[in-house]
């Protein structure tokens, strides 16, 4: 018999004050054994594995009435619970996906066109740089979403002319976005 637990069979004067001592000396008894077993059933996260252990020992409180406060068959009870309740712990943290930490303030960015118009300026200026001719045919075609085929009618060009201003015009304007930064 254990030589803390030994001393339990006797009786006290009050029910509560026995529960209360035999839940202090099972706690002082087996606190460390019950935290290294289950440290490793917990993959040896200890703060979770002191949370098992706590209520493992609140468990044993309250059923202390229904326990045999015989050292082998308390161990035996107390592996038992514990095991239920990492089991029950792992179920829990499967049934529901995993707690983030919300984002700083200062890192949540909040879409607020300034981007986007800021591009509609950068781009503005650079079409501005283009020739006339070249700037007509990308308005036509790319602004104005027209075929060449339409573009080449409004601006009383062949077709083959607004194909050959575009691409030279698409180009140049490439070219004054990645003076600017812009364009890689």
Not at 164 to 178: N, T, V
Request: hydrophobic share 40%; glycine share 6%; aromatic share 6%.
């Amino acid at each position: 018999m254990c030589p803390v637990l030994g001393h339990l069979d006797g009786r006290f004067e009050s029910a509560d004050a026995e529960a209360e001592h035999r839940i202090a000396v099972l706690y002082q008894e087996f606190r460390g054994p019950l935290l290294r077993h289950v440290r490793k059933s917990t993959g040896n996260d200890l703060q979770w594995a002191e949370d098992v252990v706590q209520e493992t020992i609140v468990r044993a409180w309250r059923n202390s009435a229904r326990l045999h406060w015989e050292p082998s068959l308390i161990w035996a009870w107390l592996l038992t619970v514990a095991r239920r309740i990492v089991i029950d712990g792992r179920r829990r943290r499967s049934a529901r996906p995993p707690e983030v930490e919300p984002p700083e303030a200062d890192t949540v960015s909040v879409p607020d066109g300034c981007d986007r118009a800021l591009s509609a300026i950068v781009v503005a200026d650079a079409l501005r740089s283009l020739s006339e001719e070249h700037r007509e045919v990308i308005e036509q075609t790319y602004l104005r979403d027209r075929t060449i085929s339409e573009a080449a009618e409004i601006l009383g060009i062949p077709p083959g002319t607004v194909k050959s201003r575009l691409y030279y015009g698409i180009r140049a304007l490439r070219e004054q976005l990645r003076e600017k930064g812009v364009a890689g």
